[in-house]
């Protein structure tokens, strides 16, 4: 079975003033690798305009693009529109379910969506006391939930989780100890180790590190494009 070369980045935030400036970064992305994931934050204010540019951005690649949505492309409460928007434009978008891409024989299996905070073991939100905070970490269980019962369904040669907030800490040292849980939870983390995946993709911190490890063992890297510091990263399978 061959290996699989997987591109990734997160945080492009993209609008009108970039349109034309990363795509030119992109060319020959098919000679280094096989697909491309796209870690959320594609836009800055999540407006149409700003979708439109990263449809435009990432459309007709010579290699299957699948991407989450982050934060920031929740800001105009739009995110519908933006997915649409990018499926018109042939991405695959995730929304806490999975794809499978048959790449040469091999089927790789990609499971993603935008995931959410609470912090990390020891130092985390927990479901007590008011509504409000209740159902902030009920929405990262639920989250958590649909990421384990894709990843107990899906049927891959190798597995892929794709997120936009961190399902650890150790990608996250360089951000300040007071936005930690704003940044992801150790819940998406257990999740993936109770079903197993070959790799963790995310972004949301750009003051972060690129390389961290779930408690299971599961390779984690931060995309994020500040992160990075180039157009995307690739990782082997």
């Known amino acids: 079975m ?4 997987i591109a990734a980045v997160g945080d492009v935030h993209l609008d009108e003033s970039l349109r034309g400036r990363y795509r030119e970064q992109l060319d020959g992305i098919d000679e280094h690798a096989d697909v491309l994931l796209l870690a959320g934050d594609l836009t800055r204010h999540g407006t149409l305009e700003e979708g439109r540019v ?36 042939g991405i695959t978008v995730l ?17 993603g969506g935008k995931g959410f905070g609470g912090g990390y073991a020891g130092k985390c939100a927990s479901d007590f006391g008011e509504p409000e905070i209740k159902a902030f970490i009920g929405h990262t269980k639920r ?32 951000e300040p100890l007071e936005i930690y849980p ?21 972004g949301h911190a750009h003051a972060g590190t690129e390389k961290g490890v779930t408690p299971g ?12 510091g180039r157009a995307y990263g690739v990782y082997c399978l």
């Open 2 to 5: 061959r290996e699989l070369r």
């Open 54 to 89: 990263v449809a435009d951005e990432f459309r007709g690649l010579p290699i299957p693009v699948v991407a989450v949505l982050g934060n920031h492309d929740h800001h105009s409460d739009l995110p519908a529109e933006i997915a649409a928007l990018l499926s018109d434009a």
């Open 95 to 111: 929304h806490d379910d999975a794809t499978v891409l048959d790449i040469d024989g091999v089927r790789l299996g990609v499971v």
């Open 143 to 174: 989250i958590a939930d649909r990421w384990r019962v894709a990843l107990k369904e899906l049927q891959a040669d190798r597995r892929v989780v794709l997120s936009h907030y961190s399902p650890v800490k150790d990608t996250l040292h360089g």
């Open 182 to 202: 704003f940044l992801g939870s150790y819940l998406l983390a257990e999740a993936v180790d109770a079903e197993g995946a070959d790799l963790i993709i995310h």
């Open 217 to 228: 063992g599961i390779r984690v890297r931060n995309a994020a494009l500040p992160v990075l």
